[in-house]
């Protein structure tokens, strides 16, 4: 039975503050806990707030109003604390946010009443190693990238898979995905589209200069390793395209699969093939 659930919402949507005040209300008649990220508190008038890397350990579930960008951050926020997400969307149909606000009062009582769905996504650890001292560590629901600066010229990657070496690949960067972040920066690079409950990891070049380096599919057991050579030039590290830093010649970026897992509420009215159909327009002339 869910006593606390948390709530977290995009930054100045217009529609939050409502439907935040709408999910307060209607958990509260049962006598559910709510407790709202800072600045959504202070939005609709709640004196006690909280630290939005405080809520996750205090909570039951976790409300995101927003979209899949959104959910995302929360998912880092989350962890290892195995707390499910619901994903309300305040814009178009998500990959993640799947539950609409019309769908949201039902989905309430489904809460309620304890009758939900949890599906399982992977996550990754991934760390930045700099003469052998590791100097950023990183948890990821979606992609690990390394992409150069505007200017820069060609990245040498040089990528092993478990100490085995996979190729050098020279290229504008290299995107590690997960089979939930397949529809994302791994999709726009000619990536495929992995079932997201499929245990499995992509690597795909961005721009290779060499056309027969494809992107390729390993096992999610694999441990990626990474090392960037260049000179003179900007290249970034980044995690889910939110957070990151910059990286310096020689560094080497290690990419495994994550003990942790996010755990999203199910929409009981779509599925998956759905959500592919509507977003990428399938069947559509």
């Given at each position: ?61 976790i ?24 994903g309300?969307?305040?814009?178009r ?7 609409t ?110 056309l ?19 000179e ?41 093939f ?12």
């Open positions: 039975m869910l006593k606390k659930i948390g709530v977290y919402a995009k930054k100045d949507h217009p529609d939050a503050e409502q439907i935040a005040h709408d999910i307060c209300a209607r958990l509260q008649r049962d006598t559910i806990e709510v407790l709202l990220e800072d600045s959504l508190a202070e939005q609709i008038g709640q004196v006690n707030g909280y630290g939005e890397d405080e809520i996750p350990a205090l909570v039951d579930l409300i995101v109003l927003g979209g899949d960008g959104t959910l995302i951050s929360v998912a880092r926020l989350v962890g290892h604390r195995d707390v499910p997400i619901l309300i969307n305040l814009g149909l998500g990959f993640l946010t799947e539950v606000q019309a769908e949201l009062p039902e989905m309430l009582d489904r809460l309620v009443a304890g009758e939900y769905e949890i599906t399982e996504r992977m996550m990754l650890d991934a760390a930045i190693r700099r003469n052998g001292e590791v100097v950023g560590e990183y948890t990821v629901l979606n992609d690990v990238v390394i992409n150069k600066g505007a200017l820069a010229r060609i990245i040498d990657m040089t990528t092993s898979i478990d100490g085995r070496h996979l190729s050098t690949y020279k290229a504008d960067g290299l995107i590690i995905s997960t089979p939930t972040g397949s529809t994302g920066y791994n999709l726009a690079a000619g990536g495929p589209i992995i079932y997201p409950e499929i245990n499995s990891l992509v690597i795909s070049p961005i721009c290779p200069h060499t027969t380096n494809r992107p390729i599919v390993v096992w999610s057991k694999s441990v990626i390793e990474i090392e960037v050579k260049f003179n030039d900007v290249v970034f590290f980044t995690a889910d395209g939110q957070v990151g830093r910059k990286l310096l010649p020689g560094d080497v970026v290690e990419v495994r699969r994550s003990a942790a897992r996010t755990k999203l509420v199910s929409s009981p009215s779509k599925d998956y759905e959500i592919l159909r509507t977003k990428l327009s399938w069947g559509e002339r």
